[in-house]
């Protein structure tokens, strides 16, 4: 099993940042990707950024220029820088990893943007 636990959601006004992170235990095994989707009532989960154990990233649509995705492969860590938060972003994070033995779920974390 693999174990994860995320951290640093809170809420915060409009325009504001905040930085999540999630470190990865247990039976890890050669990590090849880490990222982070979000749920926000109502809608389906979508991706929000991932990075590969090479160091590429992805991001979705909404959060391109505004949220930042790295990772510290000694730490097994994964860290989402979010700045100019908005409304819209108000969501549960969950953070994902995914070895060659499957995919991995965090419990997720609130974030929530006022307006």
């Known amino acids: 099993q693999v174990q994860l636990v995320e951290s640093g959601g809170g809420l915060v006004q409009a325009g504001g940042s905040l930085r999540l992170s999630c470190a990865a235990s247990?039976?890890?095994?050669?990590?090849?990707?880490m990222g982070w989707h979000r749920q926000a009532p109502g809608k389906q989960r979508e991706l929000v950024a991932a990075?590969?154990?090479?160091?590429?990233?992805s991001y979705g649509d909404s959060v391109k220029g505004r949220f930042t995705i790295s990772r510290d492969n000694a730490k097994n860590t994964v860290y989402l820088q979010m700045n100019d938060l908005k409304p819209e972003d108000t969501a549960v994070y969950y953070c994902?990893?995914?070895?060659?033995?499957?995919?991995?779920w965090g419990q997720g974390i609130q974030v929530t943007v006022s307006s």
């Open positions: 994902n990893v995914v070895n060659f033995l499957g995919g991995y």
């Open positions: 247990g039976n890890i095994f050669s990590i090849q990707r």
């Open positions: 990075v590969t154990s090479g160091g590429s990233t």
